[in-house]
């Protein structure tokens, strides 16, 4: 049963228009939460995280929102850029440690930015 | 980019023969993992490694032994490949323990059990 759940796997945006990638999780013990980016033949990098303890962060023209009561975040990409073609990967872990400690990816979504 | 390189980048092999992946880091980081990726699956965690000689299992350990002889070095085997196996992998390093906010990918290695 997947914990962390990207329900799109394709996203076809205009450039300069909005990005908007969403991702559930099921597990209340999730409490840390990331995106990673990843191009072909490459591997994935870590974008942006955020904690529970927030609803919002914003690193350039990246922002996370994340509202735990639906269990529910999301990435912003604002403008969006042909760059920005990927596949973005949430991931997902608890900071109580154990195997919570390591992270749960989703099964990721495609990004196509047209110029 | 951090100083992980994985070997072989391509591998071709038959359903029954034993294969061996390596991780090679220069970052002398202590924490290193193997992910594999699998279209409708995102990446799953097969093993992990806290140390020199601490390993343990991951998500999708069945099938895989791993390792960790030296701190730079971390080996994935598949003892008897069998197709199920054909994916591509991953290594990640951190330098801090889990939960651990970032990993370090390598480029990956491309399986294929025929």
């Known amino acids: 049963d997947q914990q962390v759940k990207q329900n799109s796997p394709s996203l076809s945006v205009q450039e300069g228009r909005i990005s908007i990638l969403n991702c559930d999780y099921t597990?209340?013990?999730?409490?840390?939460f990331l995106w990673y980016k990843k191009y072909p033949a490459e591997g994935p990098t870590f974008l942006i995280s955020?904690?529970?303890?927030?609803d919002k962060n914003e690193d350039g023209r990246f922002t996370v929102f994340l509202n735990k009561s639906a269990k529910h975040l999301s990435l912003h990409i604002v403008p969006s850029q042909p760059g920005d073609s990927a596949v973005y990967f949430c991931?997902?872990?608890?900071?109580?440690?154990?195997?919570?400690?390591?992270?749960?990816f989703g099964k990721g979504t495609k990004l196509s930015v047209k110029p | 980019d951090a100083g992980i390189t994985q070997s072989p980048r391509h591998k071709v092999t038959e359903t029954g023969t034993p294969v061996t992946l390596r991780c090679h880091q220069t970052?002398?980081?202590?924490?290193m993992y193997w992910y594999r990726q699998d279209p409708g699956h995102g990446l799953r965690l097969i093993h992990y490694?806290?140390?020199?000689?601490?390993?343990d299992k991951g998500e999708v350990s069945d099938g895989y032994s791993v390792s960790r002889s030296k701190t730079e070095d971390f080996l994935l085997t598949l003892e008897s490949a069998t197709s199920s196996q054909t994916s591509v992998y991953f290594c990640?390093?951190?330098?801090?323990?889990?939960?651990?906010?970032?990993?370090?990918f390598g480029s990956g290695t491309q399986l294929s059990v025929l």
């Open positions: 990640a390093i951190s330098s801090t323990p889990p939960p651990n906010e970032k990993l370090f």
């Open positions: 597990n209340s013990m999730f409490d840390y």
């Open positions: 955020i904690s529970s303890i927030k």
């Open positions: 991931a997902a872990m608890g900071r109580n440690g154990g195997s919570q400690g390591n992270l749960i």
């Open positions: 970052e002398n980081h202590r924490y």
């Open positions: 490694s806290y140390g020199v000689k601490d390993t």
